[in-house]
């Protein structure tokens, strides 16, 4: 099924190859009239013309298919940044009651932020903005399973609090990335 946008296009493009062969067709031949000579240079005319619709249509799709990207991505960074806020969240109540030690606050405070921005943060309409923000919200995530894996008491939490602490890291430089496109 294809959208308006890409029918337009495909129109557009029709029309461009049809006149490029009736250009062709008439060049052909040196033409001896000049009546067919103004026919060349209306159907040149047109070629132009045609070559400009055909250029808008691309541009209309380009844009019609960033913004179906652009939806799809703010509703998927919702559901990313649920981890990302309530992993955090229940390690801070942890704090609060005294469970866990407050050293984790550096680590949790940074990531619940993160992840309050990537899921309610605006995203502009840039393809570059739209794949940094993906890429946001799985180092996110992931940053987040890390978390809820570290402060399990197991042999491996120590290195799953190194790399917590270096996933959300990165997950505040892949934001920061995003805020700095133009």
């Known amino acids: 099924m294809t959208t308006p946008a890409q029918h337009d296009r495909d129109r557009a493009e029709g029309r461009v190859a049809r006149l490029k062969q009736d250009l062709r067709d008439g060049l052909a031949t040196p033409p001896g009239d000049v009546g067919v000579m103004d026919e060349l240079v209306a159907t040149a ?85 739209i794949r940094e923000r993906t890429r946001a919200a799985w180092a996110g995530g992931v940053t987040a399973l890390l978390l809820a894996g570290a402060l399990l008491p197991w042999p491996a939490a120590v290195v799953l609090t190194i790399l917590t602490a270096l996933g959300a890291a990165s997950t505040i430089v892949l934001l920061w990335r995003e805020s700095r496109l133009p």
Do not use: M, N, Y
């Open 45 to 129: 005319h047109r070629l132009l013309d045609a070559e400009v619709a055909f250029d808008e249509a691309k541009h209309r799709l380009a844009d019609a298919e960033l913004e179906s990207r652009h939806a799809a991505t703010q509703r998927a960074v919702v559901w990313f940044a649920a981890a990302p806020v309530l992993v955090p969240l229940v390690a801070g109540a942890l704090v609060l009651f005294e469970v866990l030690s407050p050293l984790w606050l550096p680590v949790l405070v940074p990531l619940f932020g993160a992840g309050l921005w990537i899921g309610f943060g605006p995203v502009r309409r840039a393809g570059a903005v």
